[in-house]
């Protein structure tokens, strides 16, 4: 069973910075591509960032380009979300989520979430 | 490329057929997922590439479309159904969500 589970939110004051990880089990992780989406209290879903199995291409939403850094480590398993000159509006629920085998970009399997609250 | 959903929100009765539209500023090819998310769960992928059953996802959903007009058909709802529904388009970088369809009891 597919299993991906978020950590390292919290509550970050305005300018600050938060490393949020995520630890995939039930597949070979390094087969796929991984994404970070997102999603603000009581709002729609926005796709943040995703990354390449071998981490050779990472595509980032605009808002977030230069302030995020998207990253994997496959011998452990794990996606990363390096967030730095947090604003207000990046407070949401972040949920790390899989490619597909056939359709790579597509979220496939998601993960509970981790909420990040950027409040001062 | 800015994805508009229609209705945003709709009433329907348990055996309705319901079809959510979705259209693209851009053309997309056919590269366009459906998700549902049920209140207080994680958005799962019903549809992908515009008419691509997921594994498991029962066969009343049903996906159509290409280039910049896209539909979501639910051909006999059922309790379960009640949720919000958004597209996402694949084409191109940055992906984007469409701003859901939330599918009501009547």
């Known amino acids: 069973e597919v299993q991906l589970v978020e950590s390292g939110g919290g509550l970050v004051q305005p300018g600050g910075s938060l490393r949020l990880s995520c630890a995939a089990s039930?597949?070979?992780?390094?087969?796929?591509?991984m994404s970070w989406v997102r999603q603000a209290p009581g709002k729609g879903l926005e796709w943040v960032a995703n990354i390449k199995q071998d981490g050779s291409e990472k595509y980032y939403v605009d808002s977030v380009e230069g302030r995020f850094t998207i990253s994997r480590d496959n011998a452990k398993n794990s996606l990363y979300l390096q967030m730095n000159s947090l604003r207000a509006e990046d407070t949401a629920e972040y949920h790390c989520?899989?490619?597909?085998?056939?359709?790579?970009?597509?979220?496939?399997?998601w993960g509970q979430g981790t909420l990040v609250t950027v409040s001062s | 490329i800015q994805l508009t959903q229609s209705p945003s929100f709709l009433s329907a009765s348990v055996g309705d057929r319901v079809t959510i539209t979705c259209r693209a500023s851009?053309?997309?090819?056919?590269?366009l997922a459906w998700y549902q998310q049920r209140p207080g769960k994680v958005p799962k992928l019903l549809i992908y590439?515009?008419?691509t059953l997921q594994t498991g996802v029962p066969s009343r959903f049903s996906g159509s479309g290409s280039g910049t007009e896209f539909t979501l058909t639910i051909s006999s709802l059922q309790p379960e159904d009640f949720a919000t529904y958004y597209c996402?388009?694949?084409?191109?970088?940055?992906?984007?969500f469409g701003g859901g369809t939330k599918v009501e009891i009547k």
């Open positions: 851009q053309v997309i090819s056919s590269y």
């Open positions: 996402q388009q694949l084409n191109s970088y940055p992906l984007t």
């Open positions: 989520t899989r490619g597909g085998w056939i359709q790579p970009r597509a979220q496939v399997s």
């Open positions: 590439d515009a008419s």
């Open positions: 039930g597949f070979t992780f390094s087969n796929f591509w």
